[in-house]
């Protein structure tokens, strides 16, 4: 068994948590769109097809959308701290406290190479973020997927924390039944799938608990290092 991969939303942040554990752990972040190969920083682009169609998709319903590079946020319409603090904190995380106002479709254009994944949030506009989500589905750009009720993330076409975890696995010759991943929303389901083990944290909804192979505290009761000290020490 391996503590190989740490999985967080952006980089920098996880580089952090890196830096505390020891330097032979990797990082996995984005949504799987950005992982440690050795020495290689691997990263996927949403790219401008993407990109553009959500764009066109949100500006038509008035939709305020975020895309993120490694260390910048991408914002159009509404500026991330307009949030509540919860989305704004979700949307700091991700962009590392640097935004950037997407002025037109061609400023975006200009970005666009940086653009590695996003997320639309729509706190009380569900009906909005639905008729969104379902146009995303159809025009089959990007992959779709969701962290909490009120937001649609958007990630590169035929990528997620699972296909990362798939990736790590083959590059390193780990055998599926020594991983263990622990995930709480539905953009974990893949993950918790792809791994030996799938670990579903306390504070996760009953579909999650319901496919994951155990289930452990919450987050906020440290559930992680509960479940590995179970497991391997008691």
């Known amino acids: 068994m391996h503590l190989?991969?740490?999985f967080y939303a952006l980089l920098s942040l996880a580089q952090v948590i890196q830096k505390r554990?020891?330097?032979?752990v990797e990082i996995i972040a984005s949504n799987g769109s950005v992982?440690?190969?050795?020495h290689h920083l691997h990263q996927d682009h949403l790219g401008w097809k993407a990109?553009?169609?959500v764009y066109d998709i949100t500006t038509e319903l008035e939709l305020s959308?975020?895309?993120?590079?490694?260390?910048?946020?991408f914002y159009t319409r509404n500026k991330p701290w307009d949030l509540s603090r919860l989305a704004r904190m979700r949307v700091m995380q991700d962009g590392a406290g640097k935004f950037e106002d997407v002025h037109d479709r061609d400023h975006l254009n200009e970005v666009s190479e940086q653009i590695i994944n996003g997320i639309v949030i729509a706190q009380g506009?569900?009906?909005?973020?639905?008729?969104?989500r379902q146009k995303l589905v159809e025009a089959d750009v990007l992959s779709v997927s969701s962290s909490s009720p009120d937001n649609i993330e958007?990630?590169?076409k035929r990528i997620d924390k699972a296909s990362a975890v798939r990736a790590i696995t083959n590059q390193y010759g780990i055998p599926v039944d020594h991983t263990i991943a622990f995930g709480n929303d539905k953009n974990d389901l893949g993950m918790l799938k792809a791994a030996g083990t799938g670990v579903a944290m306390g504070n996760s909804a009953d579909e999650i608990k319901a496919q994951a192979d155990a289930v452990t505290e919450a987050s906020?009761?440290?559930g992680l290092p509960k479940y590995l000290k179970r497991r391997f020490l008691d």
Request: hydrophobic share 30%; proline share 3%.
């Open 51 to 53: 990109i553009s169609t």
């Open 35 to 38: 992982y440690q190969k050795g």
């Open 220 to 222: 906020e009761d440290d």
């Open 125 to 132: 506009q569900l009906d909005k973020l639905s008729i969104a």
């Open 154 to 156: 958007l990630i590169p």
């Open 21 to 24: 554990i020891n330097s032979k």
């Open 65 to 73: 959308t975020n895309f993120f590079s490694t260390d910048r946020t």
């Open 4 to 6: 190989h991969k740490i």
